[in-house]
């Protein structure tokens, strides 16, 4: 539309890019000027300084478009009619001072169309000046920029949107951080947290408590120059430096320490690497039980029942002792039922005496302290021994023992011989309408086994697991045979000890297979 | 063979009387100590065949009584059984160089055919 306009008329007061006035051709380049002026999307004013008030003079087709008035409700009024009520604007002084400076400037406003409706408005004001450098007239150019305003409104309740929710999260993130915090302070356990130069990061009170130390000499040392170096242990260097690399986590990691100011300590460690992508990496996290106090309790238990049970053991000794030489002195005239009476006193005596071995075994197994003493010896002799005097004790059974295993093992012989002695004395008790007890040793691979074989009532499927815990009876038997029930659970720790197996393979009706595997291969078993 | 003597050191007057009774009608001689302390000056007088020792017993233990005996020349060889009550009485004995070990409460039976069997050698 513009190109037209140049094609047909010729500028000629526009030469060499100035203009120039001559009377013929001024109306002309008037009319082609206001025709220019009205083809702009710009609303266009001019404002005469000469006159009060700065009324506006002249507007072009864009600034009606844009305010929505017309001409002739533009012309004589100052700008600031377009503010309608919106006065108090701080861009107004911007305004009023480049009109008393007779200066440039450009502000972005709030302006109300003649129906109301708001616009935003950004206004580049420059001044015209006569020769002598008085302010003549203003020139307004408007753009209306109530789209970008928008758009850039819009932005910044995004972002205030954003900001607050940033809020919130870090609120609740903080709120998290400091559940999980009241959580670390308030176990019972105590914690260090580590970077990867063994410096103490965070402790948690416990820790504070159990080792009577502060925060302020704790945080941000080194862990092996804590209180004069008194966390310079060798067994814990050897956890973070040597175990943990290779293996993460490790657990129950036993540490015996002499504290100087706490005395001496046994702890139980857990430690952890761990790693937050991209926030910190190879940090040593240590949980530590103080477990002095619990093995104490369990050292005075195992003392108060080893005397307990040398103690009682003591008087049967004597009672047992008596009723053998009653059984001597009575003379055969004497009758059935006195005899019969002295015997059932000597069994129980017995089963007294057993009780008592029992209650020892089990509370030692219960609290881990059962002690091995290994030694090298002949199994297969121990075993026939074992056997031997088990059938010199029993007249209704036969033990017939077949088969080779080692004259070479070593382990607690023992333990092993107990294993052995109530295999056999169960097969007996559990099979009184059979003549015979088989027992079988061989060698399986690097294992050798023992089987213990009854032909008794055997056991039912659901209850062969459960007969190897303690206390647990074969139902219908704890009435026929009374006993404590502890007899395999202790046998199955004693072989798990040894690094083997013990197992049962039965059938109601058809007896009872008891098998025990023990690793003949002692060194790999160690490094197992 | 009546004219060994045995020593029984037990600080349990009921087994002292026990083995007291029952040996002495096998024919030996019996000496029956209760305090471990006079166990030396009782073997010096009476120089027995064999000693039946306890373990635990207060101020001088077996194993202590043991000890000393076995490093005394005149008593090193001087057979000696251990009785005791003690679930580690089999290992400390051994340790302490006892000839024989039988768990409390023994067997009569046993313990006089081993007491025969150690004397006679």
């Known amino acids: 539309m513009f190109g037209e306009i140049l094609n047909n008329y010729t500028l000629d007061s526009l030469k060499n890019g100035e203009f120039t006035l001559s009377e013929n051709s001024i109306k002309q380049d008037l009319s082609l000027l206001i025709q220019a002026l009205d083809s702009s999307i710009s609303g266009i004013i001019l404002t005469d300084n000469q006159q009060p008030d700065n009324p506006i003079i002249y507007c072009n087709k864009a600034f009606e478009f844009i305010t929505g008035y017309k001409r002739h409700e533009i012309i004589g009024h100052n700008c600031r009619f377009l503010q309608k009520e919106d006065r108090g604007q701080k861009e107004r002084s911007i305004l009023r001072k480049a009109v008393e400076d007779g200066a440039e400037c450009v502000v972005e406003m709030r302006n109300y169309q003649k129906n109301g409706t708001l616009f935003w408005n950004e206004l580049y004001m420059s001044p015209i000046k006569d020769e002598q450098g008085n302010v003549c007239y203003f020139i307004g150019v408007q753009n209306d920029i109530t789209r970008r305003k928008k758009a850039e409104q819009e932005l910044l309740h995004q972002q205030n949107i954003m900001e607050s929710q940033i809020q919130e999260r870090t609120k609740s993130l903080k709120e998290s951080e400091d559940y999980l915090s009241s959580i670390v302070q308030t176990v019972r356990e105590s914690l260090v947290v580590l970077n990867p130069e063994f410096e103490v990061l965070s402790v948690n009170d416990h820790f504070l408590k159990t080792f009577k130390v502060s925060r302020e000499e704790t945080e941000g040392k080194l862990l092996y120059e804590l209180g004069n170096g008194q966390w310079d242990i060798g067994k814990l260097k050897e956890l973070l430096e040597n175990i943990l690399p290779t293996n993460n986590p490790v657990e129950e990691f036993e540490v015996e320490h002499d504290f100087p100011h706490i005395g001496k300590k046994l702890m139980l460690l857990n430690a952890h690497r761990i790693e937050l992508e991209g926030q910190y990496k190879d940090r040593i996290l240590i949980a530590i039980e103080d477990i002095t106090d619990r093995r104490e309790i369990e050292r005075r238990k195992d003392d108060f029942l080893s005397i307990a049970s040398h103690e009682l053991k003591t008087p049967l000794t004597t009672i047992k002792g008596y009723i053998q030489v009653m059984q001597r002195l009575l003379p055969d005239s004497v009758g059935d039922k006195l005899k019969e009476i002295l015997n059932k006193t000597g069994i129980y005596v017995e089963r007294l005496n057993s009780l008592i071995a029992e209650l020892l075994d089990m509370s030692k197994i219960q609290t881990g302290n059962i002690e091995l003493h290994k030694e090298t010896f002949d199994f297969d002799k121990a075993i026939h021994e074992a056997v031997e005097n088990m059938q010199a004790a029993t007249k209704t059974h036969h033990i017939i023992i077949r088969g080779h295993a080692t004259n070479n093992y070593t382990g607690d012989e023992s333990h092993i011989i107990q294993v052995i002695n109530n295999l056999l004395s169960n097969a007996i008790k559990y099979a009184p309408d059979s003549e015979e007890v088989q027992v079988y040793l061989s060698r399986v691979s690097n294992f050798l086994k023992v089987s213990v074989s009854d032909k008794g009532m055997g056991i039912k499927i659901e209850e062969q697991k459960k007969i190897f815990d303690r206390f647990y009876r074969v139902g219908e038997i704890q009435q026929r045979f009374p006993g404590m029930g502890i007899g395999l659970y202790v046998c199955d720790q004693i072989i798990k000890n040894h690094g083997g197996t013990l197992w049962v393979e039965s059938e109601p009706g058809n007896g009872s297979t008891f098998s025990f595997t023990l690793p003949l291969d002692e060194g790999r078993f160690n490094e197992q | ?121």
Request: proline share 5%; with cysteine.
């Open chain 2, 1 to 121: 063979m009546s004219n060994k003597t045995i020593l029984i050191c037990d600080d349990d007057e009921g087994i002292l009387d026990m083995l007291e009774l029952i040996l002495e009608e096998t024919g030996y001689k019996i000496i029956p100590i209760k305090n471990s302390l006079h166990i030396y000056d009782e073997i010096e007088k009476q120089n027995p065949d064999l000693i039946l020792l306890d373990l635990w017993m207060p101020v001088l233990s077996g194993d202590q009584v043991l000890r000393t005996l076995r490093k005394n020349p005149e008593t090193k060889s001087l057979p000696v059984i251990v009785i005791s009550a003690s679930r580690e009485g089999e290992r400390i004995a051994n340790e302490a160089g006892a000839n024989l070990f039988l768990a409390k409460p023994f067997d009569l039976d046993i313990l006089i055919d081993r007491v025969q069997e150690i004397i006679a050698a």
